[in-house]
């Protein structure tokens, strides 16, 4: 089977980005890469089996492709169209999605250029912190989060993840105090609840607080057996090994076991799709057609099969409809705009045109 890739290079804030999609044919997968300047962002990547003809593969690559560079490329007219905006909610819109797709520096750049006029927004200090614990720069984003929590200090994610930049440091005793304060803000929070079973192992291995080391197996164990019961997915084989190495007391390989669980916990409500979906149509509503909005409400009626509780999905699905009413909306204008320039005298296409017309934005 013959190896098919496209390429495209994007310019955007002085610098070059190319998004090359490939079919390996021993991986049987097709991967699609973003470079910046010659360096590797990110790299997704789908499989498909041998049975496809090569004109079935050609154009499942090319499909591939087109999609992963439309993304990028609407993540560039999004930014291009609000660089000057103060519209606070679209340029942290911008951040997210910049984090979303691994692109740091240019998510820091722009968390920086809104700080410089809105320094008191928690929720870019804590993004700012996330991107540092992602980058492995553990010392800045424990300042990022500590700022984050000084303005706004009732958000468990918050202390969640300056917990988790402690951890990395070695300081177990503030890890321990974080994630124990994001589990009584949340008493679900699963994740906490395993880091701060971890915070107490890694603590008495290092002997950072001697009174916190008391009974670590009891405590620890109690810590990832509530996780357990929150969220049963995080019992896979390391976790097992973990805690039976823990039992035998073999705390630093019990440490090395558990923090190398995998938590495969997927974005189940779906909030990954629905960011891609703004950001095309902020960045250009008239680039996404009916049938695109309609496969967006599809989606979110799927899920809200699933979560049906979740209030954040039917606000979703609402914008959505609006969405759709104002594309349908505008075609409809076309249309008697049409008439009318044929036929000035027709009366009612004119009433329409602007009743249509006094309305629209109303809508959104």
């Known amino acids: 089977m013959e190896s098919y890739v496209f ?23 097709i991967i699609s890469s973003v470079f910046r300047s010659g360096s590797l962002i990110y790299s997704r990547y789908e499989s498909y089996n041998g049975t496809l003809s090569e004109d079935q593969l050609f154009t499942r690559v090319r499909s591939y492709h087109e999609h992963a560079r439309n993304n990028v490329d609407a993540l560039f007219k999004f930014s291009r169209r609000y660089a000057s905006t103060r519209e606070i909610g679209k340029r942290i ?30 929720v870019l200090h804590f993004y700012e912190g996330k991107i540092h614990l992602q980058l492995a720069e553990y010392e800045a984003a424990a300042q990022s989060l500590l700022q984050a929590i000084r303005l706004k200090e009732d958000f468990a994610d918050y202390h969640f993840c300056l917990g988790r930049a402690y951890l990395r440091l070695d300081k177990c005793k503030g890890a321990i105090a974080e994630f124990t304060r994001a589990v009584k803000l949340n008493a679900y929070y699963s994740e906490a609840c395993f880091y701060l ?36 997915d995080f019992k896979n084989q390391q976790f097992v090994d973990g805690e039976n190495l823990l039992r035998e007391g073999k705390l630093e390989e ?3 076991k558990l923090s190398a669980v995998v938590f495969d916990r997927r974005n189940d409500r779906g909030q990954t799709f629905i960011l891609d979906f703004y950001i095309k149509y902020l960045g250009e509503e008239d680039c996404l057609s009916v049938q695109e909005i309609e496969e967006h409400i599809g989606k979110l009626q799927a899920l809200l099969k699933k979560f049906n509780n979740y209030a954040d999905l039917h606000h979703e699905l609402g914008i959505a409809n609006l969405i759709l009413a104002k594309s349908i909306t505008r075609r409809a204008i076309a249309a008697f705009r049409g008439a009318v320039e044929i036929n000035p005298g027709y009366a009612e296409a004119q009433r329409m045109l602007q009743h249509l017309l006094s309305n629209k934005n109303g809508l959104i």
């Open 7 to 29: 390429d495209d290079v994007m310019d955007f804030s002085e610098t070059s980005y190319l998004v090359k999609t490939l079919n390996s044919e021993a991986q049987k997968r």
């Open 93 to 122: 819109l911008l951040v997210r999605a910049f984090m979303k797709n691994q692109m740091y520096s240019e998510a820091l750049a722009e968390i920086k250029t809104i700080l410089e006029f809105n320094a008191n927004l928690s």
């Open 197 to 232: 079973g971890l915070a107490y192992l890694r603590n008495a291995i290092i002997k950072e607080d001697f009174e916190l080391a008391r009974d670590v197996v009891a405590c620890t164990c109690g810590c990832f057996r509530k996780s357990v019961q929150l969220y049963p």
């Open 254 to 256: 019990a440490f090395n």
